[in-house]
Each structure stands twice: as structure tokens, then as C-alpha cells.
């Protein structure tokens, strides 16, 4: 990641704007899923994993490649893990 603190800093405000004040490590309904307030180190590896999952779907899709049906639960699931909009 390359910018690590200005990354989970906009984690921070996008999780405040949605779901409110939550303590780190407090469990809250989001997007019919149960999620975790990430602390940083637990955010680093979430973060980078779906980034280079959204990347890659989406040079698959422009190739015209077939989409895996577990790759596109995975990114909805850390789109929604970090408050994020899944591309899929």
C-alpha cells in the first residue's frame, strides 16, 4: 500500500459518515454483513488484498475474461468490510 496512514484515514471517515461512531474492534451491520472496525494493522492486509482483487477482476473484464463466482464474493466482502462501493 502506498500510502498507509492517508488510506486508513479515509477508511476512518468512510466508516463514521456510514455506520456511525464504533469503537475499534466493535462489530456493526453493514450491507447485510456483520463487520469489524479494522485497527491499522488489521486494515493493511484487508486493504491490499482487495485492491488487488478489484484489479485484477477488472482487467479480467477487459480482457473478456470469465469472472469466478468466489472472487466476486471476495471483493463484495471486503468492499463491504472496509465501507467501501464493490465495483461488482
Known sequence: ??????????????FQAAL????VGAFIKH???LIK??????FAPVYR???????????GIDRGDTVNDLVVKLIRDHAAELVLHSPV
Open 1 to 14: 500500500m502506498s500510502n498507509h496512514s492517508a488510506d486508513y484515514e479515509a477508511y476512518l471517515g468512510r
Open 20 to 23: 456511525g461512531d464504533a469503537s
Open 31 to 33: 450491507q447485510g454483513r
Open 37 to 42: 472496525k479494522l485497527d491499522p494493522e488489521a
Open 49 to 59: 488484498e482487495y485492491m488487488e482483487l478489484a484489479t485484477h477482476y477488472l482487467e
